[in-house]
Every structure is written in C-alpha cells, then in structure tokens.
C-alpha cells in the first residue's frame, strides 16, 4: 500500500481548491458578476431632432431697454427616447417677462411640454434669442427640467437664427414675433 506524502497531499489540495473555486463559479454566476461595475447610464434622456417655435413680444422690441412679456408656442417632433419607444413629439408653450431691447434681447422662459403621450416637462431657460446676433446662424440656449418628466435634466436648445429679425428691424420698427427652427435635447445631469 502506497501511502500519500504530506508534498502530494498539498497537491491534490491545491487541485481540489481550484476546482471548487471554478466549480462555484460555474454553478453561482451571480458571484463572478457581481464583481463587474454596472455599465454607465445613457446621459441622453430624450432628443428631438425636429422643431419649430414662434413667439410674441409686447410691448415690441426696441432700441431702448423696456419690460416686454415674451409669449409662444411650439412643437417638437422626431424624438427619441431610449427608454420609451412611444415618445414621438410634443407642443409647447412659451412664457416669460424680461427687461430686453435691439441689443441686450435675451429673455429667459419658461417652455411647459405636454408630450404625446400626456405627460409634461417645465423648462426654464436661462436665456433666449429674440433678436438675431450679428454673424451667428446658430444659437444654443441652456435650461433645466423644473419638474415633470425628466426633472432635474440639463435642457439644450439649438435655435436656427437666421429667420429671426436681425438688429437693423429691431431699431427702425421694433420686433413684435420670431419663427425659428429648433431642436431640442434633455441630458441626465447625474
């Protein structure tokens, strides 16, 4: 009869371990799992490729600084989101009251989006284009999700200028509406 040494019996030791080892593995999957991080959120929420909105200014747009109420409506369409298939569009409206003239017209707004689907999202803006800048075809204006759907997401709105009224309409007969183009993206803060 042959008898083990203690140097084999750490042998088969060693080989029995590292078996049970890949063999826990193999029957718990969940365990070699749960060492892997979870991959990172999609920042983007929803984005809307498509869009357009109009607004009206009263008292018009002037050369001189005055409070002028900044009222409108829009739609955006051709959205996206990755969570939710169903999300195809929405209307909005347009709200907001500043002290803005031909050369500082920069209102901040409020957007409330009722979305195809019935819910909303409020928006407030930080800033807005009511007068075209000189040079500029584009504009992007930020915002925040105040509530609703989507609270708390960073809004970017990327406005086509080139139909709103330029600064030489604003100084000879003030500017009373805009009809521009837009698209419109809510991102994941967090």
């Known amino acids: ?18 078996f049970a080892a890949m063999l826990a593995f193999a029957v718990v999957p969940g365990t070699a799992a ?3 991080p979870p991959p990172p959120p999609q920042a983007t929420l929803v984005e809307c490729t ?5 607004q009206i200014y009263a008292p018009a747009i002037a050369f001189f600084p ?3 109420d900044v009222t409108g409506t829009g739609r955006v369409s051709s959205c996206v989101d990755s969570t939710d298939p169903g999300l195809a569009s929405g209307i909005f409206t347009i709200t907001g009251t500043s002290t803005v003239s ?4 920069s209102a901040p707004t409020q957007n409330v989006i009722t979305w195809n689907d019935g819910t909303q999202s409020t928006i407030e803006f930080i800033n807005g284009v009511d007068v075209r800048p000189v040079g500029t075809s584009m504009v ?5 999700v105040s509530s609703g759907r989507y609270q ?13 009224p330029g600064v030489a309409q604003c100084l000879l007969s003030g500017v009373r509406s805009s009809a521009t183009e837009i698209s419109l993206a809510l991102l994941r803060l967090f």
């Open 1 to 18: 009869m042959k008898r083990l040494s203690l140097k084999s019996s750490f042998s088969v030791f060693n080989c029995v371990s590292g």
């Open 34 to 36: 749960a060492q892997v």
């Open 50 to 54: 498509q869009g357009n909105q109009n």
């Open 66 to 68: 005055r409070m002028v």
């Open 102 to 105: 031909c050369l500082l017209a």
């Open 140 to 144: 992007t204006i930020l915002g925040r």
């Open 152 to 164: 708390n997401a960073l809004a970017i709105k990327t406005v086509e200028v080139s139909s709103v």
